[in-house]
């Protein structure tokens, strides 16, 4: 860590999934395949943990969460996690489902674009996990379900009624937060939710194509369009326009606006280096 708490993470070591690092891009797995990727306590923790850090992270400046074993994750594991909290007292139960929720946040907050990598199923706290990427690509086998309700709870878990609506509506996110069904690849394609679909066997490809390109790019400006996505949705259209104005000024200032001018004048391509 330097005087201005900028950490390095390409080397970081997590205990509960996989990370694996390349040229400015850290890549996540959930790691328990033979049960298509449950999270428990500590791994929800830990992901949090980690995404936290990743807003001081150097030497990253895309993640992508990735499949492992065919899916991408089954929710919360029903005997690690959903047993225990049947026997928990209220406030147990109430620090548990923060810590789920500050997982989201953390997400949101690290100041990096995430992309979401799905394949196989994603439903539960999976489902939020890709809801809570910036972007998200999928396979057409893909399956993603809120099914909150099927377990007896809301749907209202993980900022699911805050999010879900702004992606796809509010009539299509009511439908899947009441009823729990899965959301089928070509409908989630059709309603905004991915991105774009791609075959199994490219679709770590893709991600990783598509988090190459935005390394590449002004990652300090990304950083601010991240930020903007996420405060504008408690503005008012002034304060948003004012914001936008006082972000882009600041972007203005940096060396990566100067690249781009004087690659644009000499007619070649800009190489930005997040400055």
Partial sequence: ?????????????????????CDRVAVIRLNRPERKNP???????EL?????????AGDVDVVVIAPNGGNFCSGGDVHDIIGPLVGMEMKDMLAFTRMTGDLVKAMIG??????AAVDGV???????????????????????AFLFTRVGLAGCDMGACAMLPRIIGQGRAAELLYTGRSMRAEEGLAWGFWNALHPAAELEDAALALAQRLAA??????????????QEWNMGLEQAIEAEAQAQALCM?????ERAYRAFAAREKPAFEGN
């Avoid at 999270?39 to 923790?45: H, Q």
């Avoid at 994603?122 to 993603?144: F, H, K, N, Y």
């Fill in 253 to 257: 200032q940096t060396r990566d606006f």
């Fill in 48 to 56: 949090r943990d980690t995404f936290r850090a990743l807003a001081h």
């Fill in 122 to 144: 994603a439903v539960g706290a999976g489902a939020i996990m890709a809801m809570a990427s910036d972007l998200r690509l999928a396979t057409p086998e893909a399956v993603c």
């Fill in 110 to 115: 690290c100041g990096k674009p995430v992309i």
């Fill in 217 to 230: 790019g002004p990652t300090f400006a990304h950083g601010i369009t991240k930020t903007q996505l996420n």
């Fill in 39 to 45: 999270l428990t306590f500590e791994s929800y923790a």
């Fill in 1 to 21: 860590m330097n005087g201005f708490g900028t950490t390095a993470m390409a080397g970081h070591k997590p205990a509960h999934f996989l990370w694996d690092w």
